[in-house]
């Protein structure tokens, strides 16, 4: 069983900086996807930065300022936020695609973290 564990949230003030961490246990064959997502109230959950065997994709808003990255000794994801603007208030999820033989590609995300950029 795959499991996920966020930290790393939490209130900052403009201008600020974060960074969320993202520890993944469990047995796997490959890891496809692995990124962060994030929910502000009354919108989508959209896409923030991810990382695939392939390239890196950030979301429009946040290039230049958030950086995403893995060490795969220590099986995690990281997002590095710097310049934080209220709009970027969010709950922010990690997030794995991973494969196995028996199960294929399975989507898996973690608990949320909550971001607050405020004065």
């Known amino acids: 069983q795959v499991q996920l564990l966020e930290s790393g949230g939490g209130l900052v003030q403009p201008g600020g900086s974060l960074r969320l961490s993202c520890a993944v246990s469990?047995?796997?064959?490959?890891?496809?996807?692995m990124g962060w997502y994030r929910q502000a109230p009354g919108k989508q959950r959209e896409l923030v930065a991810r990382i695939t065997t392939r390239n890196i994709n950030y979301a429009d808003s946040v290039k230049g300022r958030f950086t995403i990255s893995e060490d795969t000794p220590k099986n995690s994801v990281y997002l590095q936020m710097n310049n934080l603007k209220p709009e970027d208030t969010a709950v922010y999820y990690c997030?794995?695609?991973?494969?196995?033989?028996?199960?294929?590609?399975?989507?898996?995300w973690g608990q949320g973290t909550q971001v607050t950029v405020s004065s």
């Open positions: 997030y794995y695609n991973i494969y196995t033989y028996r199960s294929g590609s399975v989507d898996y």
């Open positions: 469990g047995s796997w064959n490959v890891i496809n996807i």
